[in-house]
């Protein structure tokens, strides 16, 4: 159902450049957002857990040079140097709330369903060389 919809909006997406895409891009910002939202609370739900992100700074030896200032020769010596790593952690969710959250969710896509299609005809009426 919502299908053609969602495939022109990702086409609109990617190359989102004239005034008609960009106002189409615009107008539809709410809609992707929600559907978004409910396939992440469907994983989760699915999964029994939300998965996120993190970055994690971590401390480690290394060697490091310098240059002798007498002989300009490099003298290695130990240094510590942080590097950065993307971690996928696991959060427990409360499932009640998730589905709760999800139902919330569903009931208010068709009125962003509307808003979208109402926006995107609005930018195809002020746009319509691009069209």
């Known amino acids: 159902m ?3 919809l969602s495939l022109l909006l990702a086409a609109l997406a990617l190359t989102a450049c004239t005034p008609l895409q960009n106002c189409t891009y615009s107008a539809t910002r709410d809609f992707r957002a929600l559907e978004h939202n409910i396939r992440e609370t469907e994983e989760a739900l699915a999964r029994g857990y939300r998965t996120e992100r993190r970055t994690v700074p ?3 030896f290394t060697t490091c040079y310098r240059r002798d200032p007498a002989t300009q020769k490099p003298i290695a010596f130990p240094c510590r140097d942080t ?3 993307t971690e996928t952690i696991r959060i427990p969710i409360n499932r009640a709330r ?3 959250k999800l139902a919330e969710y569903r009931a208010a896509l068709p009125a962003a369903q509307a ?3 109402a ?3 609005q930018c ?5 060389e691009d069209a």
């Open 83 to 85: 590097v950065f790593r």
């Open 2 to 4: 919502l299908k053609p």
């Open 119 to 121: 926006g995107v005809r």
């Open 115 to 117: 808003r979208a299609s």
């Open 58 to 60: 971590r401390t480690i």
């Open 124 to 128: 195809q009426a002020t746009y319509p």
């Open 98 to 100: 998730e589905a709760r």
